[in-house]
């Protein structure tokens, strides 16, 4: 048993992108397959950011960063990571995290952290409003 004291830092969570509160009272939770995302777009200081949009892995049922340009399953959005998730626990890189994920939301599209073209909006019409 190790009993030595350990220092951890945590960042603030930037969720300027949600337009409201609506939908944040029930997210859905997720496992999300580390290995699909890019460090350097989707978590360069180690943690994957809220607001990240998300497509389901056909095969595995995890999650990763919705891209239309896919053939996994990721190229339907199917919502947004809701809390930054941290990928490098105790200086292990995982290759899987839990997290949240907003599925009805209002969303301020010059606030997320990656773009989403017009099939991902066209995905979750009427779900999920850009303002």
Same mark, same amino acid.
């Given at each position: 048993m190790d009993l030595s004291l350990k220092t951890e830092s945590f960042?603030?969570?930037r969720r300027d992108w949600l337009g409201s509160q609506h939908g944040t009272d029930a997210p859905v #939770?997720? =496992? +999300?397959?580390?290995?699909?995302? =890019?460090?350097?777009t989707h978590y360069p200081d180690g943690y994957i950011k809220s607001g990240i949009p998300l497509g389901k892995v056909t095969a595995t049922g995890l999650y990763g960063p919705y891209d239309d340009a896919? #053939?996994?399953?990721?190229q339907t959005l199917v919502g947004f990571l809701f809390t930054a998730q941290d990928v490098n626990a105790r200086g292990v890189a995982s290759t899987k995290?839990?997290? #949240?994920? +907003?599925i009805h939301c209002f969303v301020r599209e010059s606030k997320l952290p990656v773009p989403v073209d017009a099939a991902?909006?066209?995905?979750?019409a009427g779900r999920i409003i850009f303002v």
């Amino acid at each position: 048993m190790d009993l030595s004291l350990k220092t951890e830092s945590f960042s603030q969570d930037r969720r300027d992108w949600l337009g409201s509160q609506h939908g944040t009272d029930a997210p859905v #939770s997720v =496992t +999300l397959d580390v290995s699909k995302f =890019t460090q350097g777009t989707h978590y360069p200081d180690g943690y994957i950011k809220s607001g990240i949009p998300l497509g389901k892995v056909t095969a595995t049922g995890l999650y990763g960063p919705y891209d239309d340009a896919a #053939s996994d399953g990721r190229q339907t959005l199917v919502g947004f990571l809701f809390t930054a998730q941290d990928v490098n626990a105790r200086g292990v890189a995982s290759t899987k995290a839990v997290g #949240s994920m +907003l599925i009805h939301c209002f969303v301020r599209e010059s606030k997320l952290p990656v773009p989403v073209d017009a099939a991902g909006k066209a995905d979750v019409a009427g779900r999920i409003i850009f303002v």
